[in-house]
């Protein structure tokens, strides 16, 4: 299977915040926007594996700054690494200053997406491979974040857990 690039599986979407979608001090509601992030993460993980894609698991969000009514907003989502059938895609959310049009990140999230077939199965996706730094980076951790996800979810032995291992107590020798 060919690999290919976080570029060829980047969605991005621009959109405002409205009434209706925030909480009762006047800023986007969490939930609103996981369920925006999930939609823009499952395209980029359909653009990357060409088949169905499921959220299996949402790793990590972190709601660093309130997004207020009005705001400009956009969704940047890429794989940052496939494995067998999952990938990690790799979510950030910019708003827009009204004066300025500077971009600021507010929030930024990890979801893992599984490729699948009609019947729900999860089927192979194509490795992916990382041109920037910073795609390297993203790269680099995300076999560590699999691991944790994987403990969490109590689908990997804490003791299989190298990544996670390495990075509290150092590489074994
Ligand atoms: C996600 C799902 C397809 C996994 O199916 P499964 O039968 O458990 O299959 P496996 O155990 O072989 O896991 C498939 C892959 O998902 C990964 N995975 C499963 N749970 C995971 C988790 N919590 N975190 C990270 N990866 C996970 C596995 O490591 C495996 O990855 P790999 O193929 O790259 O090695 C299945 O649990 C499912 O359909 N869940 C519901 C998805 C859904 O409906 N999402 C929308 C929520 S409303």
């Given at each position: 299977m060919k690999a290919r690039t976080p570029k060829e599986s980047k969605a991005i979407t621009t959109d405002l915040v409205l009434p209706?979608?925030?909480n009762p001090i006047n800023n986007l509601f969490g939930g609103d926007l996981l369920a925006r992030m999930d939609r823009i993460a499952s395209i980029a993980a359909r653009r990357h594996s060409r088949s169905h894609v499921v959220t299996a698991s949402v790793n990590h969000v972190a709601f660093q700054k309130p997004i207020p009514l009005g705001s400009v907003m956009t969704l940047e989502a890429s794989v940052s690494r496939a494995f067998r059938s999952s990938m990690e895609i790799i979510i950030d959310v910019y708003i827009e200053d009204?004066?300025?049009?500077t971009r600021v990140l507010a929030n930024d999230a990890i979801y893992t997406f599984v490729a699948v077939n009609d019947e729900g199965t999860p089927v192979k996706a194509p490795p992916i491979q990382p041109e920037t730094d910073k795609e390297k980076e993203r790269y680099e951790a995300a076999l560590r974040r699999r691991q944790l996800s994987l403990v969490l979810a109590g689908k990997l032995d804490p003791k299989e857990a190298t990544e996670l291992k390495a990075l509290f107590y150092g590489k074994e020798e």
């Open positions: 209706g979608e925030t009204k004066h300025s049009g």
